[in-house]
């Protein structure tokens, strides 16, 4: 399964809504769907699992949602640790398990 | 509180053996609740699932690297391994092992090692 993410950049200022997409090639299980947020040198973060739940300690201004191919991460009003690189992931069915190529939000 | 560390040489020359092992401490990996797990990341690339063990020896590979991969777990002290023979340039990358939840947090990866470099050159 391809997931393709959009956009590539997402140009924003603190205090904007980002919403970022992931799109699977074939139907996704909600269930194995999450979303992680990487900074520069370090391990992905999970913040989302099941398309849904946040993460242990994830603030309540991410959200996710979405069903069958088309998925979307939300970030109500950006905080300024929220500029970083965000991945979609699918661990469903059968190997290989795949990641989107990531959505940059990078601060306006 | 769970925590993954990585080990190995940063540095294999082409056509032979990188080998990376997974510290793993607070939690058994023995351990039927979770897949261990090997992701990588190329420079300026997307993630790249690599395998996974779970139970302590079912293992799951990427089709990709399949003939060259095997990963394998240490239960006494802790520890699963990666190995994968006849590296090119194109394994170059920072290998990350990770805990896949199979029932909490199922399918996703709650918790990962820091990364460590593996630069593949002569």
């Known amino acids: 399964i391809v997931l393709t993410q959009s956009p590539g950049t997402l140009s924003l200022s603190p205090g904007e809504r980002a919403t970022l997409s992931c799109r699977a090639s074939q139907s996704v299980s909600s269930s194995y769907l999450a979303w992680y947020q990487q900074k520069p040198g370090q391990a992905p973060r999970l913040l989302i699992y099941?398309?849904?739940t946040r993460a242990t300690g994830v603030p309540d201004r991410f959200s996710g949602g979405g069903s069958g191919t088309d998925f979307t991460l939300t970030i109500s009003r950006l905080e300024p640790e929220d500029f970083a690189l965000y991945y979609c992931?699918?661990?469903?069915?059968?190997?290989?398990?795949?990641f989107g190529q990531g959505t940059q939000v990078e601060i306006k | 509180q769970v925590q993954l560390q990585e080990s190995g040489p940063g540095l294999v020359k082409p056509s032979q053996t990188l080998s990376l092992t997974c510290s793993v401490s607070?939690?058994?990996?023995?351990?039927?609740?979770?897949?261990w797990t090997w992701i990588r990341q190329p420079a300026g690339k997307r993630l790249e699932w690599i395998g996974r063990i779970y139970a302590g020896v079912n293992t799951n590979y990427n089709p990709s690297l399949k003939s060259r991969v095997t990963i394998s777990a240490d239960t006494s002290k802790n520890q699963f391994s990666l190995t994968l023979n006849s590296v090119t340039a194109a394994d170059t990358a920072v290998y990350f092992c990770?805990?896949?939840?199979?029932?909490?947090?199922?399918?996703?990866?709650?918790?990962w090692g820091q990364g460590t470099v593996v630069t593949v050159s002569s």
């Open positions: 990770a805990r896949v939840g199979i029932v909490d947090v199922p399918q996703a990866a709650d918790v």
């Open positions: 992931q699918q661990f469903g069915g059968s190997p290989p398990y795949t």
């Open positions: 099941g398309a849904s």
């Open positions: 607070g939690e058994s990996i023995s351990n039927g609740g979770y897949y």
